[in-house]
């Protein structure tokens, strides 16, 4: 088996060779932005449909039991389940989003190196080749020098947080029903618990991806 010294390179690497490293690089850091998309998709696709199928069963125990005890039972033994599970799906979709920013920002400084080997053809490429706010906007397809509104509002991970928000203060207000608050009580609380609940997530959604910005 060869030792360090005898894999040395005699000279400084040819830029073909180079230009074929970054390339393979390049190609697996692409590879691994695929899945992390896919994970995001069907991780949100799965819980979308979990939470189809559980409104499905709601309605045909509610419909059976004219929205009565057994409906109440039921629904307080099964909506807890889903935020459970909307919370693990929002905090993954955060860090793959995460992920994403990182994946970007080390294509970007594949990019630089290719400019490093051949500097005139940076008026051929679209997408940006630098490690700052308005280079990493360019490659997502945006000429912005700062991070959008709409990068937060358009996420998966805050659309999911919605449907975990509404099924928070469906939660929140069966219960207040269930102690007897009353109809007109219950819909209040409901209403305060997934605007809270809503809030919060994108207030962490908001403060992780900033910390990711500028980490990197």
Do not use: C, K
Not at 15 to 23: F, K, T
Not at 53 to 65: E, G, I, K, N, P
Not at 90 to 97: K, T
């Amino acid at each position: 088996m060869p030792d360090e010294e005898s894999i040395q390179p005699d000279g400084p690497t040819p830029p073909g060779v180079r230009a074929q490293i970054l390339s393979t690089e390049h190609w697996s850091l692409l590879a691994t932005r695929s899945l992390a998309w896919s994970e995001s998709f069907s991780r949100a696709s799965w819980f979308v449909t979990v939470v189809s199928a559980t409104m499905v069963a709601l309605a045909l125990v509610a419909q059976s039991t004219d929205f009565g005890v057994g409906f109440q039972i039921f629904a307080l033994l099964v909506i807890p389940l889903l935020v459970v599970i909307g919370v693990a799906t929002v905090i993954r979709l955060v860090q793959l989003n995460g992920e994403d920013v990182e994946l970007v920002i080390g294509m970007n400084r594949l990019r630089r190196g290719y400019l490093a080997i051949a500097p005139e053809l940076e008026e051929y490429f679209i997408t940006g080749h630098r490690e700052d706010i308005a280079g990493i906007m360019r490659t997502y397809g945006t000429r912005r020098t700062r991070i959008p509104a709409t990068q937060y509002v358009s996420s998966i991970a805050l659309l999911v947080s919605v449907i975990v928000a509404v099924l928070v203060g469906a939660l929140a207000g069966l219960v207040a029903d269930t102690f007897g608050a009353g109809r007109t009580v219950a819909v209040i609380v409901g209403i305060a618990g997934g605007i809270a609940v809503l809030a919060t997530v994108v207030l962490l959604i908001v403060r992780h991806a900033r910390r990711t910005w500028d980490r990197n």
